[in-house]
């Protein structure tokens, strides 16, 4: 990275760390929603940005792992050992999606992961005497650490955030990886790939899997912090929601998610100011940006700063040509 | 010599269209076997099925004595056999340098292995080395999609060389690439050979490419191999004449 990337980097981390200080209860309940949703996209954008596995089961995810801490941490479990539970059971899940990414491509995939999120949110909805179907689980304890409680609202905050910058690096060294490499060789060519020795199928499947267990574990978040889930959250629409956080953060750019969930979660509500009409502004503003800049926000940002710099390399070329004539 | 690739009665049917007719043939160590043949003829059929890209329906493949017909493409790699394909095959967004390390890096260690080490999983060097030696240094950083055709050409047989094959099949490397790059081209491949005593395979149209490249000329019409000889002699063949004028 940069050392202009490492200074955004870090003011945008000061900024995070600052922001609840400065914000009411609902500022926080919103910024926290941004740290988790922002996992799940980072799962997606793996998923989808790298790999180039399209999915539409992100959201079925974030439940999978809601519904595993809400159940598990009432029946004794520890918070952190139930977190760690969430991302196994659909990283395991993931891994068995990833199957028919092996057969079918594009919107046919497409259409296998819609069917998967439709299939979990029935479970949800109609195996009553596990979830609690349409009544849904209150009461998601907040963890405690060493003595620190979290139970209140800056705390979570914290903890959130704690996690989204654990995770992110994590995903940043594997993207760094020889595994970051071949996500992308899995994306633009696997037939190719495939011919220099890249097993396309086990980098597929984990491509699934890695993605799908950052799904679990935003979800994991999701619980304690709304403290009541229902089927209806992680139906199709999460799932599009995240899948729009990733195409218009930038999808295959790493802070492409960040950008997006920011987008994502608080647009709607600056947006409330046009009162009933906010949705249809809000839909109108992301087909604007996506008929504009379809490699997303990030990407204009990658347009602009290649206009810029290619201006002024031929602004400093004529005035070396004008330096050396003038000799 | 002894035989690094042996195709042995090999056939591929698509429903009653019959694109390779049994054929057999042997690439010995250290050779660079040209495959010529007129459009339409089965030359990268066969290369498809020898390769794992398409499973035989009758006939054997094997690499310094081992069977692999119907292996996977990149297991068949890891034992030593690369490619290129006809239609240009990088990574547009990977740099060239990228493109190479991706060439080489899963012949590295473990798939944990490579999670946990270096970035470059230490092909660095080897990139480096490659890049200098098909002159492409001052192009190392930039994405291979922002390079040209001929250059592009270059890339992509670098990366068949990348993991040090004892087998590379080049699948028309000369295609769309104009005089000067080719003459390039041909001038890498010859150093490169000449180098690391590398065994080529070569389908190629280019006839001049061909018999300045290749020591040993196979030619396949309609599936069938109709002839095998020196570039010499199958310059002369009358078999091949009437194969590729059709009298």
């Known amino acids: ?327 | 010599m002894t035989a690094v690739l042996e195709v042995s009665n090999l056939r591929k049917t698509f429903g009653g269209i019959v694109a390779v007719d049994g054929v057999s043939f042997e690439v010995r160590s250290g050779e660079i076997l040209g495959i010529i043949g007129p459009n339409g003829s089965g030359k990268s059929t066969l290369f498809n099925c020898v390769l794992g890209q398409l499973r035989p329906s009758a006939g054997d493949v094997r690499v310094d004595g081992r069977l692999t017909t119907g292996m996977r493409p990149c297991d068949l790699n890891r034992l030593g056999v690369s490619r290129t394909f006809q239609l240009l095959q990088v990574f547009p967004q990977l740099s060239v340098r990228d493109n190479l390390v991706l060439a080489g890096q899963e012949h590295q260690g473990s798939m944990a292995s490579r999670l946990f080490g270096l970035s470059d999983a230490g092909l660095g060097d080897a990139a480096e080395q490659m890049i200098e030696f098909f002159r492409l240094s001052n192009l190392a950083d930039e994405p291979a999609g922002s390079l040209s055709y001929g250059q592009q050409k270059l890339l992509d047989a670098a990366m068949a060389f990348m993991a040090g094959p004892r087998l590379v099949l080049l699948d028309e490397p000369a295609g769309g690439v104009n005089l000067t790059m080719l003459g390039h081209l041909r001038e890498r491949l010859q150093a490169y050979h000449a180098e690391r005593k590398a065994t080529f395979v070569v389908i190629e149209h280019q006839m001049e490419f061909v018999m300045a490249l290749c020591s040993r000329v196979l030619v396949l019409a309609e599936g069938r191999l109709i002839a095998e000889g020196t570039p010499h002699d199958i310059r002369r063949n009358p078999t091949v004449i009437e194969a590729y004028l059709g009298h």
């Not at chain 1, 989808?48 to 079925?60: C, E, F, K, P, R």
């Not at chain 1, 405690?144 to 705390?155: K, P």
């Open chain 1, 1 to 327: 990275m940069t050392r202009a990337g490492l200074t955004i980097v870090a003011v945008a981390l000061a900024a995070a760390v600052a922001a609840p200080f400065f914000l009411k209860p609902f500022g926080i309940f919103l910024i926290s929603t941004w740290t988790v949703l922002t996992i799940a996209a980072i799962g997606l954008n793996l998923t989808l940005g790298y790999a180039g596995q399209i999915s539409l089961a992100q959201g079925a995810f974030v439940g999978i792992g809601a519904y595993t801490v809400a159940l598990l941490t009432p029946a004794g479990v520890p918070f952190f050992a139930a977190f760690i539970a969430a991302g196994f059971l659909c990283f395991a899940i993931g891994w068995a999606l990833g199957y028919p990414a092996l057969r079918v491509q594009h919107h046919y995939l497409a259409f296998v992961t819609l069917a998967f999120t439709t299939l979990v949110f029935l479970v949800l909805r109609n195996e009553q005497w596990l979830t609690n179907g349409i009544y849904g689980i209150t009461g998601t304890p907040r963890p405690t650490l060493f003595g620190w409680t979290s139970s209140g609202a800056r705390d979570f905050y914290f903890l959130c955030l704690g996690v989204l910058v654990v995770l992110s690096l994590a995903t940043w060294w594997m993207l760094h990886s020889p595994w970051g490499r071949a996500f992308v060789a899995l994306r633009e060519n696997p037939v190719r790939a495939q011919s220099l020795g890249l097993d396309t199928r086990r980098y597929t499947l984990m491509a699934f899997a890695i993605g799908s267990s950052l799904g679990g574990l935003s979800g994991a978040l999701y619980a304690p912090l709304v403290q009541f889930i229902e089927p209806n959250s992680f139906a199709l629409g999460l799932s599009f929601n995240l899948l729009l956080m990733v195409i218009v953060g930038g999808s295959g750019n790493f802070f492409g998610p960040y950008v997006g969930a920011l987008i994502s979660v608080l647009l709607p509500e600056w947006l409330r100011v046009a009162q009933g009409y906010y949705l249809i502004v809000y839909s109108v503003a992301v087909m604007v940006m996506m008929a504009f800049c379809p490699a997303g926000v990030l990407g204009l940002v990658e347009r602009a700063s290649r206009l810029v710099d290619g201006r002024r390399k031929a602004i400093s070329g004529t005035a070396l040509h004008t330096g050396g004539t003038s000799k």
